[in-house]
């Protein structure tokens, strides 16, 4: 089974982006993060993600983007 590609586009201090990536470290899923706080330039790409809102986590999954995702969610896209 080929291993999804998967980038999070968050900021540390974020309790939800905290929550899905410790939800992707304990299941051990690779992920690339992409901090909004250390890359300002990303909030107007996660703003376009999510209809003019930055809203985080943003979740690209190879083509699918999920927005601030609930660990079912997360869960189901991840399997």
């Known amino acids: 089974m080929r ?3 998967i980038t999070v586009y968050g900021s540390r201090q974020c309790p939800d ?8 470290d304990s299941h051990r899923v690779a992920y690339e993060f ?3 706080d250390e890359s300002p330039e ?14 985080m986590p ?3 999954i190879d083509d699918h983007v999920l927005i601030n995702p ?3 969610d ?6």
């Open 3 to 5: 291993q999804p590609n």
């Open 17 to 24: 982006t905290s929550r899905a990536t410790n939800y992707l």
């Open 34 to 36: 992409r901090d909004l």
């Open 42 to 55: 990303l909030n107007e790409y996660v703003a376009d993600l999510n209809g003019g809102k930055r809203v």
């Open 58 to 60: 943003a979740i690209r």
């Open 70 to 72: 609930s660990e079912a």
């Open 74 to 79: 997360l869960a189901e896209a991840v399997s």
